[in-house]
């Protein structure tokens, strides 16, 4: 292996979480990225910031109507925008993080309360690793690893993340006259709409996924200088394409999407390839490449994306909390659903399409190439 041994990537976030105490750019933390998700998750992308003597907190989450009507008011539940976010505490020194922690509690609960909000469900951030802040005030569990290749530390991070097997198949790949295209800014997304839309009737995929034009159309508005386009092309047509975030440092895994008949061609392995390339010559940190479509340490999608990530993985945790108790197990009993670990909030359990199945179980995957 040819490079540098990465740092501990708990060391890694606290570098980057200081970092974004004096920029606050991260993508998944920004009212845009919130704003993307409003129609998806039914509900309104809100803020709140809390102010304290020993740091301050951030936190953007969707609120949600819940569709059970008692008495006269309206009640809300709240949830993280597709993908991670989660409070995030800055300017805070780390003897301070516990009554900080505290004193947001306190604050959070009276917005709660005023807003008839009953519960909250988190996807915290892998790579900043927020949740360890947070675990007095919610019901912290861990779900699975997320994987990522680490750029900045190696000389050569394909020789160092990628598997044998697939340096192989790029190798392949390019003899047999596969070529890739990275934009950065790209001034148009039908084409990658109509590889990703492609992609998703071959899978099959829930309707979660099935992101509309005019998600697509707000994407290139509010983050086009962010976006990045990479492509594979075979005999000058696109084979295959994948839409990710360059934020700062570290480039998110989007979307992406491939053409059947050219698989055996391996487009996906030129595009994580030519990736690496991009961001190595621009002083990127990280690839952070997300997770699997399940829990399970054997997902087929977390194990294909493994090969591009031997050194670098997260933890990945959810949070979830209870507000309202009253009000929740009253919503529970109206909607005649147990109340168990299984699903969260468990009122929202029978409703068809609800949006939660999606973020309790599979949360922060939309790719469907494999």
């Not at 309104?44 to 951030?58: D, I, K, M, S, T």
């Not at 509010?222 to 976006?227: A, D, H």
């Not at 295959?240 to 392995?269: C, K, R, W």
Request: glycine share 6%; aromatic share 14%.
């Amino acid at each position: 292996m040819v490079g540098t041994p990465p740092v501990s990537w708990r060391d890694y976030s606290e570098l980057t979480t200081r970092k974004k105490e004096k920029k606050m750019r991260d993508l998944y933390f920004d009212e845009r990225y919130g704003k993307l998700y409003e129609e998806i998750e039914k509900g309104v992308c809100q803020l709140f910031e809390f102010n304290h003597p020993f740091g301050r907190v951030r936190h953007m989450f969707i609120k949600r109507m819940i569709p059970i009507l008692i008495g006269p008011n309206r009640y809300y539940d709240i949830i993280t925008p597709y993908g991670y976010g989660g409070p995030m505490m800055t300017d805070c020194t780390t003897e301070n993080r516990q009554e900080l922690g505290e004193a947001f509690e306190k604050a959070f609960a009276a917005y709660c309360d005023s807003e008839n909000i009953v519960s909250e469900f988190i996807r915290f951030h892998p790579v900043h690793c927020n949740a360890e802040d947070f675990k007095a005030i919610y019901e912290v569990n861990y779900l699975r690893d997320t994987v990522g290749t680490s750029i900045r530390v190696h000389d050569d991070p394909i020789q160092a993340e990628f598997s044998s097997s697939a340096r192989k198949n790029i190798r392949k790949a390019l003899r047999d006259g596969i070529e890739y295209r990275v934009t950065l800014a790209p001034s148009d997304l039908r084409a990658f709409q109509q590889i990703y839309f492609a992609t998703m009737e071959r899978n099959r995929a829930e309707s979660f996924y099935y992101f509309n034009e005019q998600y697509f159309n707000q994407l290139l508005e509010s983050f086009g200088e962010r976006l990045l386009l990479v492509e594979a092309l075979y005999k000058g047509e696109v084979i295959g394409m994948e839409l990710q975030f360059v934020d700062n440092d570290i480039i998110h895994t989007h979307l992406s999407g491939t053409y059947e008949a050219f698989h055996h061609l391996s487009p996906v392995y030129i595009m994580q390839y030519a990736t690496v390339l991009w961001a190595k010559e621009r002083g990127i940190s990280l690839i952070h490449g997300g997770g699997g479509r399940t829990n399970s340490p054997d997902d087929n999608l977390l194990r294909f994306k493994r090969q591009f990530a031997r050194c670098t993985s997260f933890s990945f945790y959810t949070g979830q909390k209870v507000w309202n108790e009253d009000m929740y197990n009253q919503l529970c009993k109206i909607a005649n659903t147990e109340i168990t670990d299984e699903f969260f909030p468990a009122y929202r359990k029978l409703q068809e399409n609800d949006t939660n199945k999606v973020s309790k179980f599979n949360s922060d995957e939309s790719e469907m190439e494999i």
